[in-house]
């Protein structure tokens, strides 16, 4: 929802007022040009702009890690984000508690604004941002050793995270509302919101029998179960 972002509900003139801005810079365009196909369909359905003048693009990474060997025995899980509650931080937590309890040596990475936690093999980085070169360190080291990028996110309109984890080589878990499935593609699963909390459990138990990159999406792909999305 757009409060999410702006921090509060719009009124109703406020956002009837941006609809009819965005319509009308949509009419103006030569070219629509969108993240996934969930975002180019509302702008087919919702503002009523030809098929043939949206075309899908996709986002590129903002950080780039170069993938490297890893301990893919250990299941070590990242979190990156900011929007806890939108990100759907709470139910991650708890598929990860749930997890740890039968594997104990799982750690979850928690990068952004989560709220500090103690958890059983859960660490809270806080915030890392790119341009300090000391937590741009910190973050890439993250992404080298984690087995797995999680954010099951309520919605999603892309998620550039998801491409970022793939180009450093692990798969991700995300949700089938939005965009991220075109983020994510052949290299994760999807769960469903409302069962996020098992899909991600049933997920992670998967995939931390995966010993080489390749199988960590397979695995992943395969084990959700309860939750799960196609």
Same mark, same amino acid.
């Given at each position: $929802?757009?409060?999410?972002?702006?921090?509060?509900? !719009?009124?109703?003139?406020?956002?009837?007022?941006?609809?009819?801005?965005?319509?009308?810079?949509?009419?103006?365009?030569?070219?629509?040009?969108?993240?996934?196909?969930?975002?180019?369909?509302?702008?087919?359905?919702?503002?009523?702009?030809?098929?043939?003048?949206?075309?899908?693009?996709?986002?590129?990474?903002?950080?780039?890690?170069?993938? *490297?060997?890893?301990?893919?025995?250990?299941? $070590?899980?990242?979190?990156?984000?900011?929007?806890?509650?939108?990100?759907?931080?709470?139910?991650?937590?708890?598929?990860?508690?749930?997890?740890?309890?039968?594997?104990?040596?799982?750690?979850?990475? !928690?990068?952004?604004?989560?709220?500090?936690?103690?958890?059983?093999?859960?660490?809270?980085?806080?915030? !890392?941002?790119?341009?300090?070169?000391?937590?741009?360190?910190?973050?890439?080291?993250?992404?080298?050793?984690? *087995?797995?990028?999680?954010?099951?996110?309520?919605?999603?309109?892309?998620?550039?995270?998801?491409?970022?984890?793939?180009?450093?080589?692990?798969?991700?878990?995300?949700?089938?509302?939005?965009?991220?499935?075109?983020?994510?593609?052949?290299?994760?699963? !999807?769960?469903?919101?409302?069962?996020?909390?098992?899909?991600?459990?049933?997920?992670?138990?998967?995939?931390?029998?995966?010993?080489?990159?390749?199988?960590?999406?397979?695995?992943?792909?395969?084990?959700?179960?309860?939750?799960?999305?196609?």
């Amino acid at each position: $929802r757009l409060e999410d972002y702006l921090g509060g509900p !719009l009124p109703g003139s406020t956002l009837d007022r941006w609809v009819r801005h965005q319509a009308r810079l949509y009419a103006k365009a030569e070219a629509c040009c969108t993240a996934s196909r969930w975002a180019a369909q509302s702008i087919i359905d919702d503002y009523g702009v030809p098929a043939e003048k949206v075309h899908v693009v996709g986002f590129g990474a903002n950080l780039a890690v170069e993938p *490297t060997e890893r301990a893919w025995s250990r299941p $070590r899980f990242l979190f990156v984000a900011l929007g806890w509650q939108r990100k759907n931080g709470d139910a991650l937590v708890a598929a990860f508690r749930e997890l740890h309890t039968e594997l104990p040596t799982a750690t979850l990475d !928690l990068v952004g604004d989560a709220p500090q936690l103690d958890v059983p093999g859960v660490t809270v980085h806080g915030v !890392l941002g790119l341009d300090d070169p000391s937590a741009r360190a910190k973050l890439d080291a993250l992404f080298r050793r984690a *087995t797995c990028f999680v954010m099951p996110s309520r919605y999603e309109p892309f998620g550039i995270t998801y491409v970022e984890a793939a180009r450093g080589g692990m798969p991700s878990i995300g949700t089938a509302v939005g965009g991220a499935a075109d983020a994510i593609g052949p290299g994760g699963v !999807l769960v469903r919101v409302g069962g996020a909390q098992i899909g991600t459990a049933g997920a992670v138990r998967r995939q931390q029998r995966a010993d080489r990159p390749g199988d960590g999406a397979a695995h992943i792909g395969g084990a959700v179960g309860v939750g799960a999305a196609q």
